[in-house]
């Protein structure tokens, strides 16, 4: 496609739930990366992959989020046993080449709400 | 956390004005982007100036950066009605980008 693309838009959750959101990367980009967007805040990373390998998982709040990208192409980002705090917009972006050297093209988000 | 910080949190200006926006950071850096976030487009990169240079154009678009300071500035001229969004600085160290919290622009006719 020509953009990234994410999918649900919007997912409501009810708490204790588990959600799978993806991602799909613009078409021969390298680095995928996750951010997560609180309301009135700028987003806040979450964890990068180059390819299939992820590299940088530092950003992850707690084990109960897992991120995969196993053919190096689109990529799921899951939250197990939901939790409210876990409400807020995630971001995907994708960049042609690996690190944050260049710009980075972002997907319209999902917005999750854990009620 | 976040890095950084932009000021002011909120400008509201009339259409046709110049709008400048400052974001500080904290840490050394390989460049600094900006980006803008609306509802209808989501976030989208602006400009993207390196630690090297200290000033760089785009369109209407000025960007400016002080590494001694660590502090970078964005200058809109002449405003229109669609640069209505939130502006977001986003500093680039290592392997990610970190982002401030952001400028909310209003752009009024």
């Known amino acids: 496609g020509a953009g990234v693309s994410q999918s649900p838009r919007y997912k409501v959750a009810k708490r204790g739930q588990d959600v799978a959101l993806r991602c799909d990367p613009i078409s021969g980009h390298v680095s995928l990366f996750w951010y997560q967007q609180a309301l009135g805040q700028g987003p806040e990373f979450l964890t990068y992959f180059q390819n299939e390998a992820q590299l940088d998982k530092s950003g992850l709040p707690s084990d109960r989020f897992f991120a995969e990208r196993p053919e190096g192409s689109v990529s799921t980002l899951k939250i197990q046993r939901t939790q409210q705090e876990d409400s807020a917009v995630y971001l995907c972006a994708s960049s042609l080449v690996g690190l944050a050297m260049l710009e980075q093209f972002f997907g319209p988000g999902t917005r999750l709400t854990v009620l | 956390s976040q890095q950084g910080e932009e000021d002011p949190q909120a400008l509201s200006i009339q259409e046709g004005e110049n709008a400048t926006m400052n974001c500080s950071y904290k840490?050394?850096?390989?460049?600094l982007q900006w980006y803008r976030q609306n509802s209808g487009r989501g976030l989208v990169h602006l400009i993207l100036?390196?630690?090297?240079?200290r000033e760089k154009h785009s369109g209407r678009l000025r960007v400016t950066l002080d590494t001694s300071k660590k502090s970078s500035s964005l200058l809109i001229t002449a405003s229109r009605a669609a640069d209505t969004a939130s502006y977001f600085c986003a500093t680039s160290g290592a392997q990610k980008l970190v982002f401030g919290q952001g400028t909310r622009l209003t752009i009024n006719p």
């Open positions: 840490t050394s850096i390989n460049n």
């Open positions: 100036i390196r630690s090297n240079e």
